[in-house]
């Protein structure tokens, strides 16, 4: 019988479950359920809801099911960082907090008086995120703490509700910045530094361990398929770097959702001084590789304009409207921090602009323009900046994720960057989901196969650099960066 295997894949701002079999070869996707995500504000904080996001996915599942399919596999995987506390009944103490929310402002600079950053980033290898799990914990309610039995990342908080199954998957458990780069094992004095014993963390396992079955007997009032739960690259980043088609000889990748995530695959970390200035990451990838990356600002600011906007032009229309702008009218630094969690990012953008006395881009096109513009010349910086750090070119660069249908940004970067842009898939995320439950059972054979598969079964956009336009414009985007230090990155 063929397999079936559905991919529960749950970024910021939406979540979705794919259906995927293997057909001759090829992958075959269906998207079964799709529903909106977001934090609201709750006992003072921004948090996640939980509870709904679990019922979503069991309406998903039940869709499956009436859709004809009895039996299935599941992996589940979401944003990093953020995560749920339990208590010793093994319920929920609270809704997780969101990383976007302001408790963590100054954590960073609180502890780094107690451990220096040189130390953290040398023993973790990690990027300076201020809502790093790290930093969360640092300021999470001490007595809320003390109750805790066990502290859980949100994909495997899910896994545990399905199954009953607690586990602490690694590609997500690294963005804690608590595991050490070298020994693969928390940190002790980190934990003691945030007051977290390593017995409140389950068992750390690798991507593609199964975790058990749905308990379909708690969860009667739906109609279930029978589903085993494999643990995946449960970190959304890390499912999207597998499932990316990785054309090219040094390939460096994008996956472009909320964030930007633009980095390269390495099979050994790179924690050196230059990483450690740029403020890279090296965050754990399936099967032993590391993910050096750098987090920018992405869509994200796209869809605080669309949501300040009311709702009033959907994103491929807010596209349209920047194309008919003219690109690179202002320069921007995206990654500064007042674009985090601003009260309204269409004032913020003007505000900057007004501020660094340039023009106040005013209509919806405008707007996205300057937003879509300053990406594009931010991921070219980037990546000479990644040219430098690891000592060779990178000749290819991969957008992946829901940012690589927006055809305009795809282009200007391949312009701005002087680089070869292959665009596609837009669901590398649940596709790396997909892939690894099926090397997990021996349908296909690992990372390279089912690369070559999903370059097999997905549309991939080919954008060329325009030669002679944009000419000098990286070098004043840089410069302007580097004035008034506008170039410091959250
Ligand atoms: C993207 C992502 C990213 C993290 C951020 C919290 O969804 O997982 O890799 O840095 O969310």
Excluded at 108 to 129: C, D, M, N, P, R
Excluded at 302 to 321: G, H, I, M, T
Excluded at 350 to 372: D, F, L, N, S
């Amino acid at each position: 019988m063929t397999k079936t295997y559905v991919a529960v894949d749950i970024g910021a701002s939406s979540g979705r479950l794919m259906l995927s079999q293997l057909k001759n070869g090829k992958m075959v996707l269906t998207e079964m359920h799709r529903f909106k995500n977001g934090f609201t504000l709750k006992n003072g904080h921004d948090r996640w809801d939980i509870d709904h996001i679990i019922k979503e996915i069991l309406l998903g599942l039940q869709k499956i099911k009436r859709a004809g399919f009895s039996k299935v596999s599941l992996g589940i995987d979401t944003w990093a960082v953020d995560y749920v506390l339990v208590g010793k009944d093994g319920n929920k103490l609270d809704d997780p907090i969101s990383y976007r929310d302001k408790r963590t402002t100054n954590a960073i600079k609180e502890l780094t008086a107690k451990v220096s950053k040189g130390q953290i980033y040398q023993k973790t290898g990690i990027q300076f995120l201020d809502f790093n799990t790290l930093y969360q914990l640092f300021e999470e309610n001490k007595e809320l703490l003390a109750q805790t039995d066990k502290i859980m990342m949100i994909p495997d908080y899910i896994g545990y509700v399905l199954t009953g199954k607690a586990v602490l998957e690694t590609t997500n458990a690294s963005t804690t910045q608590m595991l050490s780069l070298r020994e693969g094992l928390f940190d002790q004095n980190l934990l003691q530094e945030v007051n977290v014993r390593p017995d409140q963390f389950p068992k750390l396992v690798d991507a593609g361990t199964p975790l058990g079955k749905l308990k379909r007997e708690e969860f009667q009032s739906y109609d279930l398929p029978d589903t085993d739960v494999i643990t995946v690259a449960t970190h959304d980043t890390a499912s999207a770097v597998v499932g990316t088609p990785g054309i090219g000889h040094h390939w460096a990748y994008i996956s472009s959702g909320t964030w930007s995530l633009l980095g390269t695959e390495l099979n050994v970390p790179e924690n050196g001084p230059d990483a450690y200035k740029e403020n890279y990451t090296n965050e754990w990838g399936a099967y032993g590789t590391y993910r050096f990356l750098k987090n920018i600002m992405g869509l994200w600011m796209v869809q605080c304009v669309k949501r300040d906007l009311n709702d009033k032009y959907s994103f491929s229309e807010l596209a349209q409207l920047a194309s008919k702008t003219k690109p690179f009218s202002q320069f921007i630094n995206i990654n500064d921090e007042r674009f985090v969690n601003p009260k309204n990012m269409i004032q913020e953008i003007q505000a900057y602009c007004q501020e660094t006395g340039q023009r106040v881009p005013k209509t919806p096109g405008e707007i996205a323009m300057a937003i879509y513009s300053n990406l594009a010349l931010f991921y070219a910086y980037e990546i000479q900046k990644l040219n430098h750090i690891i000592g060779y070119q990178i000749d290819t660069l991969n957008i992946v994720g829901g940012g690589s249908n927006v055809a305009l940004l795809n282009q200007l970067t391949s312009t701005v960057a002087g680089i070869d842009v292959y665009a596609g898939p837009s669901e590398a995320t649940a596709i790396g989901n997909l892939a690894v439950q099926m090397i997990t059972r021996s349908a296909v054979a690992n990372v390279s196969a089912a690369r070559q598969i999903i370059k097999d079964s997905f549309v991939i956009k080919h954008f060329k650099p325009e030669q002679g336009k944009y000419l000098g414009t990286l070098d004043d985007y840089i410069n302007f960066l580097h004035t008034a230090n506008r170039g410091g990155a959250i």
